[in-house]
């Protein structure tokens, strides 16, 4: 029997083993914790009504390199009553965080980000600061990957345009810290797990590099000071000041985004609702003339499919203060409210400094949780539908099923409250015909 200590410090090294690139060593981690969790309830706390469906995992950038088992066990241990991530422009986390969440009894969401064209929009910025017409979008709720020529090679080029998009800012960037320069498949791509880099990998490549070259902490700072103008000591401050005055509008890496830069938000959409997931609308705090349009936009949106809303409520309120962003917050959610949209909120997680869950007692958010928790408990319950018997939230089951979306969303809600993950497979196979009232007695 371990003591208390020996145990602690094996918890610890597990932990820190679930971020290994290898997956079979995540999931030998994840296993052997689950195994220590049956013997210490302490692991597991009751879900409370808070939750997180919105965390990037390593695969696109996590500010703790958090793996998604990594996740999935720390928002278990944390007591969310629902953890979802979310990465950029890929599903590689898919099948590892499905079932990792099977295994530590988390409910799930796996969901992707990007940015697509708003020909409806192009001279209006919606979310993409200084990029009219760009809007970040996403897909909520995906369990498979495309299975048709054509989506295999939608998602083939979200993964390629980005590589050639960084490939290039690079190239522009070492022109700018001479000599510092990078060799993107030796100095960006090892601090991935698959390849996926973003400009935060970028940034570290460039300080890590540095830090290599100029030997002493005065010769470092010179460069940087020289460079940009300024060297914080802080490593986080270091990093944001690269991507800030290289990567950013008016830095030398910076490529005005437009027409042909991303994908049609409809061809977004088509791609998501090919997979079985849920075209979502990403909405950041309603201070643009694109989100002043909010409702424009989403009847934009809804043309070609969109049928939820995400929310990051930590952009969105600052406790204790009463003001336009809190707002924007609250007329957005009875917005998705009037239209019957699922709302998915989450903390990405993406930048350090980022919550991992946020703070949803505060007097701000604290109305608004019932309205998240039923935005969780819909996705899971379509995630899980989806995966075993392709009845998700938008499929033709649903549609033939259900006279209105109100009717469809208390039944989704209903299913995924009181389905617990222990029991998903109760749902596997079930026949074309099977109703409503079936399923929610089959996991009673």
């Known amino acids: 029997m371990q003591s208390e200590d020996s145990q602690a410090t094996s918890v610890s090294e597990l932990e820190q083993a679930l971020d290994s690139f290898d997956l079979a060593t995540r999931k030998t981690a994840l296993v052997r914790l689950c195994g220590l969790a049956k013997h210490d309830p302490g692991l597991w706390p009751p879900s409370k009504p808070v939750l997180n469906l919105h965390c990037h995992t390593f695969y696109s950038y996590n500010a703790c390199g958090y793996s998604p088992s990594s996740f999935a066990w720390r928002a278990r241990k944390a007591g969310l009553a629902a953890g979802g991530v979310v990465d950029f422009d890929v599903l590689d986390a898919m099948e590892e965080f499905l079932e990792a969440g099977r295994l530590v009894g988390l409910k799930t969401c796996v969901s992707v980000e990007t940015r697509v064209f708003v020909p409806e929009f192009a001279t209006r910025v919606i979310n993409s600061p200084g990029e009219p017409g760009i809007a970040y ?43 510092i320069e990078l060799d993107y498949d030796g100095d960006v791509l090892p601090l991935t797990p698959k390849g996926n880099a973003t400009e935060r990998h970028i940034c570290e490549a460039y300080e890590r590099k540095a830090a290599k070259m100029f030997h002493g902490k005065a010769a470092l700072a010179a460069f940087w000071k020289e460079k940009l103008g300024d060297c914080p000591a802080d490593s986080v401050k270091l990093q944001a000041l690269i991507r800030s005055k290289t990567m950013k ?47 424009e936009l989403f009847e934009v949106a809804k043309s070609t499919g969109a049928a939820a809303l995400n929310i990051i409520p930590d952009r969105n309120y600052t406790p204790g203060v009463k003001d336009q962003k809190v707002k924007n917050l609250y007329d957005v959610v009875a917005l998705a409210e009037k239209h019957h949209f699922p709302v998915i909120v989450g903390t990405e997680m993406n930048a350090p400094g980022n919550k991992f869950v946020d703070s949803f007692e505060t007097a701000e958010l604290a109305p608004l949780v019932p309205v998240f928790l039923k935005g969780a408990h819909i996705a899971y319950a379509h995630s899980v539908l989806q995966q075993q018997s392709g009845k998700g939230y938008l499929s033709a089951w649903a549609q033939k099923t259900f006279p209105t979306v109100e009717a469809k969303n208390e039944f989704y ?20 015909g099977a109703t409503a009232a079936q399923m929610l007695a089959k996991i009673h």
């Open 249 to 295: 509008r008016g830095g030398i890496g910076y490529v005005q985004a437009g027409k042909g830069s991303f994908p049609l938000m409809a061809d977004m959409n088509r791609f998501v609702l090919e997979c079985g997931a849920i075209p979502t609308i990403a909405w950041l705090d309603g201070t643009t003339d694109g989100e002043k349009a909010i409702e």
């Open 137 to 179: 979008h996403m897909g909520a709720g995906f369990t498979s990957l495309p299975q048709s020529d054509s989506g295999k090679s939608f998602l083939d080029s979200m993964r390629r345009t980005v590589e050639s998009r960084n490939r290039d800012l690079v190239a522009r960037v070492n022109t700018f810290t001479k000599p």
């Open 413 to 432: 809600e209903k299913l995924g409250r009181d389905l617990r993950p222990a029991n998903e497979d109760c749902l596997r196979g079930l026949a074309a």
